[in-house]
Nanobody, 116 residues
Framework: QVQLVVSGGGFVQPGGSLRLSCVAP????????RAWYRQAPGVQRELVAV???????NYADSVKGRFTITSDNAKKTVYLQMNSLKPEDTAVYYC??????????WGQGTQVTVSS
């Protein structure tokens, strides 16, 4: 039942910004891939951003230029910086990390609501 610890969600007005954080417990070794997903009511889960060790980063077309995924290996933390937020970004956001030896880990999800 080990989970990544997610924080940073909340309510924000259109055009505003939020930063989500995802921290790996000490028992989890270094992740070679990190990703953020989101799911809105009635919509299938969407891959928002993914970062691989070595520098490769990919984003969904809907968030390119607005969202940035970064990581701090020393803190075992992954971030999703979200700027110029739109109502369409409203969803529950999940983080995921992959390790070679132990497979994938997920966070519990955090609600992001963009509304005036």
């Amino acid at each position: 039942q080990v989970q990544l610890v997610v924080s940073g969600g909340g309510f924000v007005q259109p055009g505003g910004s939020l930063r989500l954080s995802c921290v790996a417990p000490g028992s989890i070794f270094s992740m070679y891939a990190r990703a953020w997903y989101r799911q809105a009511p009635g919509v299938q889960r969407e891959l928002v951003a993914v970062n691989y060790s070595g520098g490769t980063t990919n984003y969904a077309d809907s968030v390119k230029g607005r969202f940035t995924i970064t990581s701090d290996n020393a803190k075992k933390t992954v971030y999703l910086q979200m700027n110029s937020l739109k109502p369409e970004d409203t969803a529950v956001y999940y983080c995921k990390g992959n390790t070679i030896r132990a497979g994938a880990y997920w966070g519990q999800g955090t609600q992001v609501t963009v509304s005036s």
